[in-house]
């Protein structure tokens, strides 16, 4: 798998955006990053994927860099709810799949407070 | 209408017991999975089944094992349960052709004594 590397935790104040940083600069050319969050005693949660493109959807927004070594997701006005684990997941492609094999790493505490 | 149900969501039981974990998913999903998440919450693949069909075992005691009777459930039985099975188990299922967008379930919180 592509390794990532993510701060170990962020705050933010409620109403701002919230903006966590990824890096992988092993991804290869056809490996995408994924981005999930656990929120406390729940099950993860997918937030958005992209492979070189910018995204968005309702959730979020994903800025990938030019040479694809590193992302930022960007909770845009974040709430107290958003408060959770924020994983960066680049899964393997091997053979044009990666038969749905996620590794979760440490990922990044984000509290969103008041 | 819950996506990914798991049942039960507590289970504390004793050393050496036998228990099982229900997962359901009524998206209609191909592939279902189960994670386990350690007490120093990292969160790791067991299993992954595609139409009642193992495609992903990672490295799991062979006190483990999952069961597909249908593509909508994946049960998951423990046999001779040990301490280092505490922990959380979570469900997900992911749609054909979207594999890495999981839906995971609630979790089973599973503490052996």
């Known amino acids: 798998d592509a390794k990532t590397t993510q701060p170990t935790s962020m705050d933010c104040a409620e109403g701002r955006a919230a903006n966590l940083p990824c890096n992988h600069s092993t991804i290869s050319g056809n490996e995408y990053v994924y981005w999930y969050r656990q929120i406390h005693s729940q099950g993860p949660q997918y937030i958005i994927h992209?492979?070189?493109n910018n995204e968005t959807n309702e959730m979020a927004s994903l800025i990938i860099t030019e040479d694809r070594k590193s992302s930022t997701l960007i909770l845009p006005h974040a709430t107290l709810r958003d408060t959770a684990v924020y994983y960066c997941i680049v899964p393997p492609n091997a053979g044009g799949t990666s038969y749905g094999k996620l590794t979760f790493g440490q990922g990044t505490i984000l509290t969103v407070h008041p | 209408d819950t996506a990914v149900s798991q049942t039960p969501k507590y289970l504390v039981t004793q050393m050496g017991n036998d228990k099982s974990i229900k997962c359901e998913q009524n998206l209609g999903h191909d592939t279902m999975y189960w994670y386990k998440q350690d007490s120093k919450k990292f969160l790791k693949i067991m299993f992954s089944y595609n139409n009642k069909e193992l495609i992903i075992n990672e490295t799991v005691p062979n006190r483990f094992s999952p069961k597909s009777p249908d593509k909508a459930h994946l049960n998951l039985h423990i046999n001779s349960l040990e301490l280092g099975d505490s922990a959380v188990y979570f469900c997900?299922?992911?749609?054909?052709?979207?594999?890495?967008?999981?839906?995971f379930g609630p979790g089973t919180r599973l503490l052996v004594l």
């Open positions: 992209g492979l070189k």
């Open positions: 997900a299922s992911s749609p054909s052709g979207a594999l890495e967008t999981q839906y």
